[in-house]
């Protein structure tokens, strides 16, 4: 049954909702997005290890790579948040005590046949610019959240849209840290063609049939980040993530030759704060 792998990561992620019960009324530590840190506070990160990740959007094949993010963190004098992170700028702010508000500019970068040999023969995506403007609503340690990603230069990914909810808890020590997320995700017709379309062009140069998916139903993603702090400085940290994708992205002929309706990418890896 296709739903069985998704199914089991919801019963997983509602394990640790359950486990997470009866902690902390406020969010302890959770997304930074979430987090009421000291005004006029900046914080420094850099998190590196390895990442596991399909080669694209429903691949069955799968790369592992380093991967380093550098993080600068300041909460302004209104209470603003503000991140800069490799390829990534965001501010966030509170509308009340329950809602909050994000914008954020991210770096997407493209995909040809040089970096994965099986879509050698398809047209190139472009890297690109992407927005993304959210809203989370915030009750206790969990929340949920709508957001809205455009591609800001037209260069193919279009539009995507999210809705979903998380959980934080943090042990009365402080020494460890679990988030679990899960999300649905709808695209538009722009977006579905450039990651599972086949277009005349590819048919003809991959032998594979052509398929236009249009807009819909993309994936549903469950994510579990733990994270066991070593000493003021130093942690450790995995992260974890399922995607399924729905019939929109899995009857191409693209993702039934070289694909799979569930993936996985797993993170493991260390984070220092200066």
Same mark, same amino acid.
Not at 43 to 61: L, Q, T, W
Not at 120 to 129: A, D, K, M, Q, S
Not at 151 to 156: A, M, N, P
């Given at each position: 049954m296709k739903t069985t792998p998704i199914i089991a990561t919801a019963i997983a992620l509602a394990a640790t909702f359950t486990l997470c019960q009866g902690q902390t009324e406020v969010n302890p530590r959770g997304p930074w997005y979430l987090q009421s840190q000291s005004r006029g506070d900046w914080?420094?990160?850099?998190?590196?290890? $390895?990442?596991? *990740?399909?080669?694209?959007?429903?691949?069955?094949?799968y790369e592992t790579e380093p991967t380093l993010d550098l993080r600068a963190l300041y909460t302004g004098p209104n209470g603003t948040r503000y991140r800069i992170s490799l390829g990534e700028v965001a501010a966030t702010f509170d509308l009340n005590e329950k809602l909050a508000a994000? =914008?954020?500019?991210?770096?997407?970068?493209?995909?040809?046949? *040089?970096? =994965?040999?099986?879509?050698?023969?398809?047209?190139? =995506?472009?890297?690109?610019? *992407?927005?993304?403007?959210?809203?989370?609503?915030?009750?206790?340690?969990?929340?949920?959240?709508?957001?809205?990603?455009?591609?800001?230069?037209?260069?193919?990914?279009? $539009? =995507?849209?999210?809705i979903g909810a998380g959980r934080d808890w943090m042990s009365q020590d402080g020494d460890l840290f679990i988030g679990s997320r899960i999300d649905l995700s709808f695209a538009d017709a722009d977006h579905m063609m450039t990651e599972f379309g086949v277009s005349e062009i590819d048919a003809l140069n991959s032998g594979l049939e052509p398929y236009t998916p249009g807009d819909g139903l993309k994936s549903s993603t469950a994510s579990l980040f733990i994270e066991y702090k070593l000493n003021e400085k130093w942690s450790l940290f995995s992260d974890l993530e399922a995607e399924y994708y729905f019939s929109k992205a899995t009857d191409s002929s693209l993702i039934k030759q070289y694909g799979s309706s569930t993936t996985y990418e797993f993170l493991l890896g260390a984070g220092f704060r200066f």
């Open positions: 914080r420094f990160e850099a998190y590196f290890g $390895m990442e596991y *990740e399909p080669a694209f959007a429903a691949s069955d094949d994000q =914008v954020k500019l991210e770096y997407e970068e493209g995909r040809d046949g *040089e970096d =994965v040999a099986i879509l050698e023969n398809f047209e190139e =995506v472009r890297t690109t610019l *992407e927005g993304e403007f959210s809203l989370f609503y915030k009750w206790g340690p969990a929340y949920g959240f709508a957001v809205f990603q455009p591609d800001l230069l037209g260069r193919g990914k279009g $539009m =995507v849209y999210f």
